[in-house]
């Protein structure tokens, strides 16, 4: 799993602004998943992409956004129309069954 | 929608002794099962899987059981030991599928007492 990264571990934000959260992974998988994860309610599905340049929706897209213009690459930008986007996001990929999860990103909005 | 039951929330055990987590599922068509140990502050992390042709797979301390009748799994740490406390969430998914998309558990919160 140290070959999915997230940036930045933490990140602040101020009401109204979007943030782009970093994943990377150098796994050569094909599927990229978005999580988020707030206490008491387990882990969340905000996006995910079986392939480049495709994605779909999870249980909880709305006031996200994504792209996968690379392989590698699965940028997550939480937006202004995000009400409550405080909490630890956590970005994983998969080549069949298992998924391997990044580090995982803790955002607070102020 | 599909589903994945967890219980109990949270479970405190004293070392030494048998811990059992269950997690029900509500779409038939599931065939992989995995758990997922996660620390805090850290990410989760693959302990054991099943898959729907397997009623019990056993690594060491940890088990699985599987019952597709009931819809139901569960995991089984035998001889706890204080490194065991974390949360625990269990998945289902549909391979056939082809998304390889998870439905998880709500967690439980596992502590191990000295």
């Known amino acids: 799993d140290g070959g999915i990264t997230q940036s930045p571990k933490y990140l602040f934000r101020k009401e109204g602004q979007n943030v782009t959260l970093s994943c990377e992974q150098n796994l050569n998988h094909d599927a990229m998943y978005w999580y988020r994860q707030d206490p008491g309610q387990g882990l969340r599905l905000i996006y995910y992409?079986?392939?480049?340049?495709?994605?779909q929706k999870g249980d909880i897209a709305e006031g996200y956004s994504v792209s996968r213009e690379k392989k590698e690459s699965f940028p997550l930008t939480v937006t202004s129309a995000q009400k409550n986007p405080t909490a630890f996001y956590l970005c994983?990929?998969?080549?069949?069954?298992?998924?391997?999860f990044g580090p995982g990103t803790r955002l607070t909005v102020l | 929608g599909e589903n994945v039951e967890q219980h109990p929330s949270t479970l405190s055990v004293q070392e030494g002794d048998s811990a059992v987590i269950k997690c029900t599922y509500s779409d038939s068509a599931s065939n992989y099962f995995p758990w997922y140990k996660q620390e805090l502050g850290k990410r989760p992390q693959l302990i054991i899987d099943?898959?729907?042709?397997?009623g019990e797979k056993k690594d060491q301390r940890i088990a699985v059981t599987l019952n597709k009748t009931a819809k139901h799994f569960s995991l089984h740490i035998t001889e706890t030991q204080p490194e065991d406390s974390a949360v625990y969430f269990c998945a289902a998914s549909n391979q056939a599928s082809g998304t390889y998309k998870y439905i998880f558990g709500t967690g439980t919160r596992l502590k191990v007492l000295a």
């Open positions: 099943i898959r729907s042709n397997v």
């Open positions: 994983a990929s998969s080549i069949n069954d298992e998924q391997f």
């Open positions: 992409s079986q392939i480049v340049n495709d994605f």
